[in-house]
Structure formats: structure tokens, C-alpha cells
């Protein structure tokens, strides 16, 4: 059977990453805790994702969704920005800047929205190095293995989806994701090996290597996939979400995004579309006079996108 140029560009990307994905075992999950909100409840939740490694999360259940009644799903993954003590805390509501808190925001649309810790993050975090030197020693400790940081993000997203369907509350074959900046990295990521993503959104976050090669970008680790540079950049990720649905929005003033850089990645993206039969499954918006922010238009186009593709 002959190999297709998208399948080959796959296979050699995840030899990049690290390697196959270990096969999942049972998610033993526990509820600790149960918050009572206005139209909404947040479960505090933990799942394993590995053997000895549970994922602290947060899911939004709307008031009147259950096993009888079920609805569509939406991972959150969170921001990077420095904020090690933050993670799931903020799109569920929880702490940090209300413009973030998009778990809430999409709760109230009628989603059920799990928010999950990434690695190094809030109750992630180790308790001999902080913030950024833990960060930097689980990159490198991923690297001596031969994988690296996104692959581990990778595999413990892909768990958030197997948790969601694990859910009675929650439309199996209606989940999607979206993220800003570090999330938005996640999201393109996660998309070539989640087909149960049948719809994502990135916010703010496509830094090519070209570009981050240009400016001297010290970017956060889950964009460095050691090797990758040799067959593709980072949009030729992105282009192996195809033919699921796929949003993107960026600021033209973004320095951590280049927008001379991310309109040529743009083109990688829509051709994979093209060649998949899919263009109309792939759009993008940039504000021109915005910089590395979640606007006002950018949310209402990540809602529209979830809307007609979710709901």
C-alpha cells in the first residue's frame, strides 16, 4: 500500500516527538471536591495518565447536562505566560485575569469544559525546583530519553480526551479544544493525534522556527520537537489536523508570533486543507493593530467556530 506524503511527514514527526505513545491504561479517577456556581457546578477532579502520574483537573458541568441529557465538550488548555501557579485555576474561573477565564465563558454556552493542569503548572509544580527551573529540567529529562516536553504534553491531553468520553455528561463524538498562547501550542499539537478533536481553536501562539531562528525568540519548551527542523516548521504541524476543523487567530503586533512568518505558515495550513478535500474546514483571523492578547472579535470568532462545528 503506498505510503501518502501526509502519513510519512506523521510517522517521521512522531519519531521526532519520542516515539509511539504508550498504550492507556484505566484513568482511576477520583472527584474531590464539588463547587456549586450560578447555572454551572466545577468538579475538582484527578485521572491517571500514567502509571503514578495523575492530571489535577477542573471540569464545568451546566446545570441540567447529564447522562440523559448531554452535551458537547471543550478542553481548555491553559496559558504559559510565566505564571507557573496557574493553570487550570484560570479559564475555569478560578483565579487570574477574567479575560482568561474562557471555561466559564463557554459553561454558560452549555458546554461541559475540562480545564487540566499541564506539567510544571499549579499543582504540577515540584517542590525542590520552582517556576521555570523545573520547566527547563523536565524538558531536558524528556530529552535524555530520547522524547521531549511536547510529547508528554501531548500524551497527557490526549488522557483529557479519554477522561471527557469517559463522562456521561458528555457527547463522545462533539469534543473540541481551544488555547491560548502555551495553549494554543497545545492545541496544534494535540490535533494530528486526537481524531476525536473535531473541532480546535488556537489563540495567539504559531512561532515558526524560522521566525524564532529571525528574532531570537526564547520561546516555552512544548514548541522545540528536536529534529523537526530537517522535514517541516511548525505550521506543517498544524497542517496534520486536516480534515478536522481548525481555527486560528492572531495578533499582527505579536512578537512571540511574527506575523511575517505566520502568514507564510497560513499558506503550509490551507494547502494541507486543499489536498485533504477540506478547505472550508480551515480558517484564521488577524487583527492587525493587536498584539499578543485574547480580543473582543478574536473570542467571538472562536465562539462562532466552536458553535458550528459543536453544536
Known amino acids: 500500500m503506498k505510503v501518502t506524503a501526509s502519513e510519512d511527514l506523521r510517522r517521521r514527526l512522531l519519531e521526532c516527538l519520542g516515539g509511539p505513545w504508550p498504550q492507556p491504561g484505566e484513568l482511576r479517577p477520583v472527584v474531590r471536591e464539588t463547587i456549586r456556581k450560578e447555572g454551572y457546578r466545577v468538579e475538582s477532579v484527578t485521572y491517571e495518565v500514567e502509571p503514578g502520574d495523575r492530571v489535577p483537573a477542573l471540569l464545568l458541568v451546566p446545570d441540567g447536562v447529564d447522562a440523559s441529557h448531554p452535551a458537547p465538550a471543550v478542553a481548555v488548555w491553559h496559558q504559559h505566560n510565566d505564571q507557573w501557579h496557574l493553570g487550570k485555576s484560570e479559564p475555569a474561573g478560578l483565579a487570574g485575569h477574567p479575560t482568561h477565564h474562557t471555561g466559564v465563558a463557554l459553561v454558560k454556552e452549555g458546554y461541559v469544559v475540562l480545564c487540566p493542569d499541564a506539567l510544571c503548572f499549579e499543582e504540577r509544580q515540584s517542590k525542590n525546583l520552582r517556576g521555570g527551573d523545573f520547566e527547563r529540567f523536565e524538558f531536558l529529562r524528556y530529552v535524555v530519553a530520547g522524547k521531549c516536553l511536547a510529547w508528554k504534553n501531548i500524551l497527557d491531553m490526549r488522557r483529557a480526551v479519554d477522561y471527557l468520553c469517559s463522562r456521561p455528561e458528555v457527547k463522545p463524538d462533539r469534543i473540541g479544544c481551544y488555547g491560548h498562547s502555551m495553549g494554543s501550542t497545545h492545541t496544534w499539537l494535540v490535533g494530528p493525534w486526537e481524531p476525536r478533536l473535531v473541532c480546535l481553536v488556537g489563540n495567539c501562539c504559531l512561532p515558526t522556527y524560522a521566525a524564532i531562528h529571525r528574532t531570537h525568540i526564547l520561546h516555552c519548551f512544548p514548541n522545540f520537537i528536536p529534529g523537526w527542523l530537517q ?21 499582527a503586533k505579536d512578537d512571540g508570533s511574527p506575523i511575517q512568518e505566520v502568514r507564510e505558515g497560513l499558506k503550509t ?43
Open 231 to 251: 522535514y517541516g516548521d511548525t505550521p506543517d504541524i498544524a497542517g496534520l489536523i486536516a480534515p478536522r476543523a481548525l481555527h486560528l487567530n492572531f495578533g
Open 269 to 311: 495550513i490551507a494547502r494541507a486543507y486543499d489536498q485533504a478535500g477540506a478547505a472550508n474546514r480551515f480558517s484564521y483571523y488577524i487583527e492587525e493593530d493587536a498584539g499578543h492578547l485574547l480580543s473582543t472579535d478574536m473570542w467571538r470568532r472562536t465562539r462562532e467556530w466552536l458553535q458550528r462545528h459543536l453544536a
